[in-house]
């Protein structure tokens, strides 16, 4: 038997170690399953026994119904998909394109640029010029565009990004190649990008699930069905149940108007969440390596 | 001397023009989206009205903020706001730093990789699909709680979206749940860095584990919590909107607990209309969030030079 090391804990600690982690990470999936598992019971036994962990009856019907409306879901995505793509293209260029000659340690304004982005992080002027900029001034009401131009540079991504390179880009390679010739713009696009990679795989994972879990632009500036992503389906679906629940004669007056039950409800959840839970067991390992990354030498 | 500095100015940018270039849609950017909506706190000092346009509107003064914090909003949306995120700012130490210490001491290479996978998991959901989630759990009629837990418990039914007692709890819980499992990531990645050899010297000083974990593990992490509590610190007149607005389905009852500063704002600004209210409340919330960024930095600072964030 090999010999405990001085530093190793006791088998017994071990054990109650890893029973404290086991409840913990069902704390953490518990409710998804719940979710799930509510989806597809059958809404009759849900009335009499509530939510259960198990189904007693599987019963597929609250799918058929959102099914019924496939083409605004199929939209949603299709908003969903085109924001987060693109939103995540523009901003890894932007940050780029701030984050490398606040590298060059031969820029003499480097200081005034570090500031310039720096001082968003300390102030702004809120929501309400914010606001008023977005709607007034550049005219975005309902337009796709802004749902991504607020999340385009974000001041810690610039640095993080600025720091990778310091540290993995010697200052040399960048001499020998403005030696040779080599423009700015080409520095940029054929030595940095493929030597940081990393932080770009990284940062751009960060930007996508900001884009992709936002709906707080769109409760801001959308308002027309065609352009409402599926996270901004899912608030207006939980806002019109709430409604129908709080407001049963406005609902029995609608008549017409099915009321969507507890299982749509849950249902659209896990239409909702569906992706992430597929992509997740991929980009999860590549997650905490680049999160190890940004927060080690950032 | 000033007409030589300007001509080492001219120089340099003639110089860099390359870089200046590649700098400017960042830059211009950088003035539309933050700059120029800086200058619009001015309009918590006017009564806006919209044929005049901001700048031709009327200054009014203090007008506003006399308005705001003559009502009984102002304090709760600050004491919410204020003690929400003091519980999040501890909570998050606590939790994501045992977190970290105890996957360490596993010494296993593959189940602590599960452990954090499962718990970074509720990290990228987002707050519309934690309201659904929340829902699951507390629904009145059907929710898992009033349905399994306290029957389980011997106790009623509780109507929890009416029942404002109970939201403290439930958010910092929620809170907790999404991001422990994200920030320890950070601290289990500066654990992991630690030298074998330190342990051992305080295992042969007849240290136990407790002790290595007080006199090596804490004091090692002790730079990066404080880092991460200042960034927070800089942020505490901010709360995320769809924990406080969408994960208690605007509940109305509930808004004594869960009213704080952003929602406050939206509401003003969108719901009510109430355009001076909502700048005023706007603008107090950046000044208080900038004051108090750059108290907690000199105070670092004073204290240890190298932890401060600038």
């Given at each position: 038997?090999?010999?405990?090391?001085?530093?190793?804990?006791t088998i017994?600690?071990?054990?109650l170690?890893?029973l404290?982690?086991?409840?913990?990470?069902?704390?953490c999936?518990?409710?998804?399953?719940?979710?799930?598992s509510?989806?597809i019971?059958?809404?009759?036994?849900?009335?009499?026994?509530?939510?259960?962990?198990?189904?007693?009856?599987?019963?597929?019907s609250?799918?058929e119904?959102?099914?019924?409306?496939?083409?605004?879901?199929v939209r949603s995505?299709?908003?969903?998909?085109?924001?987060?793509?693109?939103g995540?293209?523009?901003?890894?260029?932007?940050t780029?394109?701030?984050?490398?000659p606040?590298?060059?340690?031969?820029?003499?304004?480097?200081?005034?640029?570090?500031?310039?982005?720096f001082?968003?992080?300390?102030f702004?002027g809120g929501?309400?010029?914010?606001?008023?900029?977005?709607?007034?001034?550049?005219n975005?009401?309902?337009?796709?565009?802004?749902l991504?131009?607020?999340?385009?540079?974000n001041?810690?991504?610039?640095?993080?990004?600025?720091?990778?390179?310091?540290q993995?880009?010697?200052?040399?390679?960048?001499?020998?190649?403005?030696?040779?010739?080599?423009?700015?713009?080409?520095?940029?696009t054929?030595?940095?990008l493929?030597?940081a990679?990393?932080?770009?795989?990284?940062?751009?994972l960060f930007v996508?699930?900001?884009?992709?879990?936002?709906w707080?632009?769109?409760?801001?500036?959308i308002?027309k069905?065609?352009?409402?992503?599926?996270?901004?389906?899912?608030y207006?679906t939980?806002?019109n149940?709430q409604?129908?629940?709080?407001n049963?004669?406005?609902a029995?007056?609608?008549?017409?108007?099915?009321?969507?039950?507890?299982?749509?409800r849950?249902?659209?959840a896990?239409?909702?969440?569906g992706?992430?839970v597929?992509?997740?067991?991929?980009?999860?390992?590549?997650?905490?390596?680049?999160?190890?990354?940004?927060?080690i030498?950032? | 001397m000033?007409?030589?500095?300007?001509k080492i100015?001219?120089r340099?940018?003639?110089?860099?023009?390359?870089?200046l270039l590649?700098?400017?849609?960042?830059?211009?950017?950088?003035?539309?989206n933050?700059?120029?909506?800086?200058?619009?706190?001015?309009?918590?000092?006017?009564?806006?009205?919209?044929?005049?346009?901001?700048?031709?509107?009327?200054?009014?003064g203090?007008?506003?903020?006399?308005?705001?914090?003559?009502?009984?909003?102002a304090?709760?949306?600050?004491?919410?706001?204020?003690?929400?995120?003091?519980?999040f700012?501890?909570m998050?130490?606590i939790?994501?730093v045992?977190?970290?210490?105890?996957?360490?001491?596993?010494?296993?290479?593959w189940?602590?990789?599960?452990?954090?996978?499962?718990?970074?998991?509720?990290?990228?959901i987002?707050?519309?699909?934690?309201?659904?989630?929340v829902?699951?759990?507390?629904?009145?009629?059907?929710?898992?709680?009033?349905?399994?837990?306290?029957?389980f418990?011997?106790?009623?039914p509780?109507?929890?979206?009416?029942a404002?007692?109970?939201?403290p709890f439930?958010?910092?819980?929620?809170n907790?749940?999404?991001t422990?499992g994200?920030t320890?990531?950070?601290y289990?990645?500066?654990?992991a860095?630690?030298?074998?050899?330190?342990?051992?010297?305080i295992?042969?000083?007849?240290?136990g584990?407790?002790?290595?974990i007080?006199?090596?593990?804490?004091?090692?992490?002790?730079?990066?919590?404080?880092?991460m509590?200042?960034l927070s610190?800089?942020?505490?007149?901010?709360s995320d909107?769809?924990?406080?607005?969408?994960v208690?389905l605007q509940?109305?009852t509930?808004?004594?607990?869960?009213?704080?500063?952003?929602?406050?704002?939206?509401?003003?600004?969108?719901l009510?209309?109430?355009l001076g209210?909502a700048?005023?409340?706007?603008?107090?919330?950046?000044?208080?969030?900038?004051i108090?960024?750059?108290?907690t930095?000199t105070?670092?600072?004073?204290?240890?030079?190298?932890?401060?964030?600038?």
């Amino acid at each position: 038997m090999k010999k405990r090391s001085l530093t190793e804990i006791t088998i017994p600690s071990k054990i109650l170690i890893n029973l404290i982690f086991i409840i913990v990470s069902l704390i953490c999936i518990v409710p998804f399953i719940l979710v799930i598992s509510v989806s597809i019971t059958d809404e009759s036994i849900i009335m009499r026994e509530g939510y259960r962990l198990i189904p007693s009856v599987v019963n597929l019907s609250a799918y058929e119904y959102l099914f019924t409306d496939i083409n605004q879901i199929v939209r949603s995505y299709m908003i969903s998909i085109i924001v987060t793509a693109s939103g995540t293209l523009l901003s890894l260029i932007l940050t780029a394109m701030y984050a490398y000659p606040l590298y060059r340690k031969d820029f003499p304004f480097r200081k005034f640029f570090a500031f310039f982005i720096f001082f968003t992080m300390l102030f702004n002027g809120g929501l309400v010029p914010f606001y008023i900029m977005y709607t007034q001034v550049l005219n975005l009401r309902n337009n796709l565009f802004a749902l991504i131009m607020p999340f385009l540079l974000n001041p810690f991504f610039v640095i993080i990004m600025r720091t990778y390179f310091t540290q993995n880009i010697p200052d040399s390679v960048i001499e020998s190649a403005i030696l040779d010739g080599a423009g700015e713009l080409r520095i940029l696009t054929k030595i940095i990008l493929p030597l940081a990679m990393p932080v770009f795989a990284t940062i751009g994972l960060f930007v996508t699930i900001i884009y992709w879990n936002d709906w707080f632009m769109s409760l801001l500036f959308i308002s027309k069905n065609e352009n409402i992503s599926i996270q901004y389906y899912m608030y207006k679906t939980m806002l019109n149940i709430q409604f129908m629940l709080n407001n049963p004669q406005a609902a029995a007056m609608a008549g017409s108007i099915k009321i969507p039950s507890e299982t749509i409800r849950m249902a659209m959840a896990v239409v909702g969440i569906g992706p992430i839970v597929i992509a997740y067991p991929f980009f999860q390992r590549y997650f905490v390596k680049g999160l190890t990354v940004g927060a080690i030498k950032g | 001397m000033k007409f030589k500095r300007f001509k080492i100015l001219i120089r340099d940018i003639k110089k860099y023009k390359a870089l200046l270039l590649i700098l400017s849609p960042p830059v211009i950017y950088l003035i539309i989206n933050n700059y120029i909506p800086m200058l619009g706190v001015i309009i918590a000092f006017k009564e806006i009205n919209y044929s005049d346009g901001i700048l031709g509107s009327p200054w009014v003064g203090f007008k506003n903020f006399r308005f705001l914090f003559a009502t009984s909003d102002a304090f709760v949306i600050t004491r919410n706001t204020l003690g929400y995120n003091t519980a999040f700012i501890i909570m998050n130490i606590i939790v994501p730093v045992s977190i970290a210490i105890a996957l360490n001491e596993l010494r296993n290479k593959w189940l602590p990789r599960i452990y954090q996978a499962v718990m970074l998991f509720p990290y990228f959901i987002s707050m519309v699909v934690t309201s659904y989630l929340v829902l699951a759990l507390l629904s009145h009629n059907n929710g898992f709680f009033n349905s399994a837990l306290m029957p389980f418990l011997g106790k009623d039914p509780v109507n929890w979206y009416d029942a404002p007692v109970y939201w403290p709890f439930f958010l910092v819980a929620i809170n907790v749940w999404k991001t422990a499992g994200y920030t320890s990531i950070i601290y289990l990645a500066s654990l992991a860095g630690i030298d074998p050899q330190l342990y051992e010297a305080i295992a042969i000083d007849g240290g136990g584990k407790w002790a290595q974990i007080r006199y090596i593990s804490i004091p090692m992490l002790r730079p990066i919590i404080i880092v991460m509590t200042l960034l927070s610190i800089g942020k505490i007149f901010n709360s995320d909107f769809g924990l406080f607005f969408q994960v208690p389905l605007q509940s109305g009852t509930l808004f004594p607990v869960t009213n704080v500063i952003d929602t406050y704002v939206y509401r003003s600004l969108i719901l009510t209309n109430d355009l001076g209210m909502a700048a005023a409340a706007g603008f107090y919330q950046a000044i208080v969030g900038l004051i108090l960024v750059l108290t907690t930095n000199t105070i670092v600072k004073k204290i240890n030079p190298a932890n401060s964030l600038f």
